[in-house]
């Protein structure tokens, strides 16, 4: 398989995938004996597309929308995260976390922007779980495949959740189920950014574009082609090989408890019990 | 039972909840009613229908012995006339636990099939919490005989062709197969499966009855499309994708008799030949 041949092997077909990722939020929402689901609108098009899905899924009266802007939070992001919200015919209320993360470090002492981003992903999945609590809901996961799979997440921020649907979809198939979905082009054609800072975006960040990143994870991790092979396809050999490290130095967030094993009945690993 | 010597085949197409006997049993009886009403003969549930699959550590707990269990005994009951094939974690009189179909017919278990093939591998972990099955039966129905195959089992060939060998007009096939999604408008794990099920039909001139079941255990879907192929690799039946549904099709088995004149691939099978070295 050559570059070029590997992007159509990503392709997906559109009702198909829809009818199976809804099928997976209403039987995880209502096996729980939930009420619906909360989840984060950052304005871009994983939250856009996981809320879609979710409306789809459990009617939008079940999805409650939160905008959770920081104050450098660009006023595109909330813009784009209503018009979302109004499309998809779901509730959206808005929570500014600036106080809170200021109050933080106002007494921990200034910090890099690492740090102050770290801060106000955790802040907000602090507060989706508070109002998950509230209204009974569960927090709906928007972790892309390739974003778990190079570790540009928050341990305990924005990976985590109750449920993920787009965790198994690699970010080219999150835009295609997007379009699929009829998102607005404004959403799903703009440059993936955190919004942690002002003009940060994904790509600059990973020092990597996504439809490579994507397809060189799709190569090594789905295929199981050794590095040297992915090189031989196509793909720059620098790019390889700092996916190869992004993908090996992040496998502790893909699994965050690690328990010290004295019996012979450790949890998760004597003891494999199914949590559905 | 129909007549003119053909069977009416239900395929339960059902979901099943992970380690909930009670509930599975209660779902089973209702199927059964609904089979009944459609004048049912041979009723066939998925592999592990009356457990779920993905139990892990939760095999034991749910594990029954086929001639004591109570549940089983309720089944039997609700399906007096019918042939019911229903799946579950058994105990052997040994203690040990197998990946099993039950064959109940009058009120009795009749056949237990235990799972030859046990992937291990991917997904699947069979190898850690069963024993391997190590028998083959055939178990006779209105025009001929039926072999059961658990999911894996038909991918190893020549279990199949010994059974169709032996005289089964129809391969019987529980399954449950974690979905895959694609490129293509159907689960990529139900193309594959359809073109084992046909090459089954069509190598060893039989029938088979491929029951699925539908869906989530663990953030992984089922996707169902149960079928029915014809002795010779035509599709005759089958349910929907992603959606519980009680498949009923008319099966005669003397169409394997008819095609097995017509195309004597089993009277002319060799066991003569050698090699290669």
């Known amino acids: 398989m050559r570059r070029g041949e590997v992007a159509a092997r990503l392709a997906l077909d559109g009702p198909l995938s829809v009818a199976v990722l809804t099928g997976f939020i209403r039987d995880a929402v209502d096996g729980a004996g939930s009420g619906g689901v909360v989840v984060g609108l950052s304005g871009g098009v994983d939250s856009s597309l996981a809320a879609a899905l979710a409306a789809r899924a459990l009617g939008p009266e079940r999805v409650h929308g939160f905008l959770l802007?920081?104050?450098?939070?660009?006023?595109?992001?909330?813009?784009?995260?209503?018009?979302?919200?109004?499309?998809?015919?779901?509730c959206c209320k808005s929570f500014d976390v600036s106080p809170m993360v200021d109050a933080y470090f106002a007494q921990a002492g200034a910090a890099d922007r690492v740090r102050m981003g770290n801060k106000m992903a955790r802040e907000r999945m602090a507060i989706l779980f508070d109002q998950a609590k509230a209204l009974g809901c569960l927090v709906l996961g928007t972790s892309n495949k390739t974003e778990i799979l190079l570790g540009y997440s928050t341990v305990f921020g924005d990976n985590a959740s109750s449920l993920n649907p787009l965790g198994d979809l690699y970010k080219q198939q999150v835009w295609q189920l997007a379009r699929h979905l009829g998102l607005p082009e404004s959403v799903v054609g703009k440059p993936p950014s955190a919004d942690l800072w002002p003009g940060q975006t994904d790509e600059e960040d990973l020092g990597l574009d996504y439809p490579t990143a994507d397809e060189v994870l799709y190569l090594l991790y789905d295929v199981g082609l050794t590095p040297a092979e992915v090189v031989e396809r196509g793909y720059p050999a620098g790019a390889v090989e700092r996916i190869v490290q992004l993908e090996r130095r992040n496998r502790f967030k893909r699994r965050l408890?690690?328990?010290?094993?004295?019996?012979?009945?450790?949890?998760?690993?004597?003891?494999?019990?199914p949590r559905d | 039972m129909t007549t003119g010597g053909a069977l009416r085949v239900g395929l339960a197409q059902v979901d099943s909840r992970l380690g909930d006997l009670d509930e599975n049993v209660a779902r089973h009886l209702a199927r059964i009613e609904e089979a009944r009403a459609a004048d049912v003969d041979l009723l066939v549930f998925p592999e592990l229908s009356l457990t779920g699959y993905r139990l892990l550590h939760l095999t034991p707990?749910?594990?029954?012995?086929?001639?004591?269990?109570?549940?089983?005994?309720?089944?039997?009951?609700?399906?007096?006339?019918?042939?019911?094939v229903v799946g579950l974690v058994e105990k052997d009189e040994n203690g040990t636990l197998h990946n099993s179909a039950l064959v109940i017919q009058e009120g009795a278990v009749v056949h237990i099939h235990r799972k030859v093939y046990l992937p291990t591998y991917g997904i699947f972990q069979e190898?850690?919490?069963?024993?391997?099955?190590?028998?083959?039966?055939?178990?006779?129905?209105?025009?001929?005989?039926?072999?059961?195959?658990?999911?894996?089992?038909?991918?190893?060939?020549?279990?199949?062709?010994?059974?169709?060998?032996?005289?089964?007009?129809?391969?019987?096939?529980?399954?449950?197969?974690?979905?895959?999604?694609?490129?293509?408008?159907?689960?990529?794990?139900?193309?594959?499966?359809?073109?084992?099920?046909?090459?089954?039909?069509?190598?060893?001139?039989?029938w088979v009855a491929y029951c699925s079941r539908v869906g989530w255990e663990e953030g992984s879907f089922y996707p169902g499309g149960s079928h029915l192929v014809r002795p010779g690799g035509e599709v005759a039946a089958r349910a929907p994708?992603?959606?519980?549904?009680?498949?009923?099709a008319e099966v005669d088995l003397r169409e394997a008799d008819r095609l097995r004149f017509r195309l004597p691939l089993l009277d002319d099978e060799r066991t003569d030949v050698v090699g290669p070295a």
């Open chain 1, 69 to 90: 802007p920081y104050r450098t939070s660009t006023a595109e992001s909330a813009e784009h995260g209503r018009l979302v919200a109004q499309a998809l015919g779901v």
């Open chain 1, 257 to 273: 408890m690690l328990i010290a094993r004295l019996s012979g009945s450790a949890i998760n690993l004597d003891q494999e019990i």
């Open chain 2, 61 to 84: 707990r749910v594990a029954l012995a086929p001639q004591r269990a109570p549940q089983l005994a309720r089944l039997a009951q609700a399906a007096a006339g019918m042939t019911l």
């Open chain 2, 127 to 206: 190898e850690r919490f069963f024993a391997r099955g190590r028998r083959l039966g055939l178990v006779p129905v209105a025009g001929g005989k039926l072999g059961v195959l658990i999911c894996e089992d038909l991918w190893h060939a020549e279990l199949a062709r010994r059974m169709a060998l032996a005289g089964a007009k129809l391969i019987v096939v529980p399954s449950v197969s974690p979905g895959r999604v694609g490129p293509g408008p159907v689960p990529e794990n139900s193309d594959t499966w359809e073109v084992l099920t046909r090459s089954t039909a069509l190598l060893n001139t039989c």
């Open chain 2, 241 to 248: 994708y992603l959606e519980e549904h009680l498949l009923v």
